[in-house]
T-cell receptor, first 116, second 119 residues
Framework: GQQVMQIPQYQHVQEGEDFTTYCNSS?????IQWYKQRPGGHPVFLIQ?????EVKKQKRLTFQFGEAKKNSSLHITATQTTDVGTYFC????????????????FGRGTQLTVWP | GAGVSQSPRYKVAKRGQDVALRCDPI?????LFWYQQALGQGPEFLTY????????KSGLPSDRFFAERPEGSVSTLKIQRTQQEDSAVYLC?????????????????FGPGTRLTVL
């Protein structure tokens, strides 16, 4: 089945420091979605990457999709306390991989703690 | 408006009881997914509907779990004879159209979840 590795599992930073989480897949992906889940909350959609080598920015957040469409990263510049939460990548495998179309495969995520 | 809603938000059941969890997807969304999230883990896929058709139920952990979406909108996840290992947050998500590959149409929007505790 689809294997998703997300690292690190935990990250503790001081406010103002940068943060990066990496997502690696064992198979080529159709696309990848990123979600943020606050403590006690539900996953909230951040962005979707579809094209090989794609880079998208949302204010302090930069998302990248690898050239081979097997990995992705999320980088946050100058973290703030509002960035606290767990960040999940959720890939969708290619349709020829025999998996349910549209099904998301979540890893364990990266839990970010920001100290003021 | 109109996000995904779920009810109840919290459910405590005694072991052996049956429970029913409801999901109201975003209006017009064709695809509906159920996920189970244990503490400290990412959501795990349970089942998927396209309109009223249940296209994949491979993630349901046992035959005690049953889901339906009879009119292609509201969905219910039923768990019979609940066990302690069923304790988790059950998340529902909907999208305009699954697996379109077109940005936006297969984006999944999650509801707040139902936290089930089985004593």
């Amino acid at each position: 089945g689809q294997q998703v590795m997300q690292i690190p599992q935990y990250q503790h930073v001081q406010e103002g420091e940068d943060f990066t989480t990496y997502c690696n897949s064992s198979t080529t992906l159709s696309n990848i979605q990123w979600y943020k889940q606050r403590p006690g909350g539900h996953p909230v959609f951040l962005i979707q990457l579809v094209k090989s080598g794609e880079v998208k920015k949302q204010k302090r957040l930069t998302f990248q999709f690898g050239e081979a469409k097997k990995n992705s990263s999320l980088h946050i510049t100058a973290t703030q306390t509002t960035d606290v939460g767990t960040y999940f990548c959720a890939p969708t495998p290619r349709a020829d991989r025999g998996s349910t179309l549209g099904r998301l495969y979540f890893g364990r995520g990266t839990q970010l703690t920001v100290w003021p | 408006g109109a996000g995904v809603s779920q009810s109840p938000r919290y459910k405590v059941a005694k072991r052996g009881q049956d429970v029913a969890l409801r999901c109201d997807p975003i209006s017009g969304h064709v695809s509906l997914f159920w996920y189970q999230q244990a503490l400290g883990q990412g959501p795990e896929f349970l089942t998927y509907f396209q309109n009223e058709a249940q296209l994949d139920k491979s993630g349901l952990p046992s035959d005690r779990f049953f889901a339906e979406r009879p009119e292609g909108s509201v969905s219910t996840l039923k768990i019979q004879r609940t066990q302690q290992e069923d304790s988790a947050v059950y998340l529902c998500a909907s999208s305009l159209e699954a697996a379109s590959g077109r940005v936006g149409t297969d984006t999944q929007y999650f509801g707040p979840g139902t936290r089930l505790t089985v004593l």
